[in-house]
C-alpha cells in the first residue's frame, strides 16, 4: 500500500530555514507530490506540489521563499523552507496524486516559528 513519511519538522526562529522531507513508498513509478498545512483552528491549505517531471506549483504565500524538489531515485521530495514567519507556524503534510485527487496522506510533521 501507499506510504508517505514526512520528517524534518521542528522548532525555528523567525527568518531561518528548515527543510522538509517526504519518503514515498508502496508503487511504481512517480506520482505528483504535494505539501500541505494545517495550523491551529484554521483548514488545511495547499503548500507546494511538484509533478513527476519536475513541474512545481506554489501558494502566493510561499513563492520566493519555499522551494520544493524531489529525487525519483530515492523516492522523496523536499520542501526546502526559508525566511520562515510565524504565520507558517503548522502541521506540514505531504500527499500523493490519486487519480482524482489527492489520496494518499502522510501523518505529518510539525513546524514551530517563534
Known amino acids: 500500500h501507499v506510504q508517505l513519511v514526512e520528517s524534518g519538522g521542528g522548532s525555528v526562529q523567525a527568518g531561518g530555514p528548515l527543510r522538509l522531507s517526504c519518503v514515498a513508498s508502496g508503487y511504481t513509478g512517480s506520482k505528483c507530490i504535494g505539501w500541505f498545512r494545517q495550523a491551529p483552528g484554521k483548514e488545511r491549505e495547499f503548500v507546494s506540489s511538484?509533478?513527476?517531471?519536475?513541474?512545481?506549483s506554489d501558494a502566493d504565500s510561499v513563492k520566493g521563499r519555499f522551494t520544493i524538489s524531489r529525487d525519483n531515485a530515492k523516492n522523496t521530495v523536499y520542501l526546502q523552507m526559508n525566511s520562515l514567519k510565524s504565520e507558517d507556524t503548522a502541521l506540514y503534510y505531504c500527499?500523493?496524486?490519486?487519480?482524482?485527487?489527492?489520496?494518499?496522506w502522510g501523518q505529518g510533521t510539525q513546524v514551530t516559528v517563534s
Open positions: 511538484i509533478r513527476a517531471d519536475g513541474t512545481a
Open positions: 500527499a500523493a496524486r490519486g487519480l482524482l485527487d489527492w489520496d494518499y
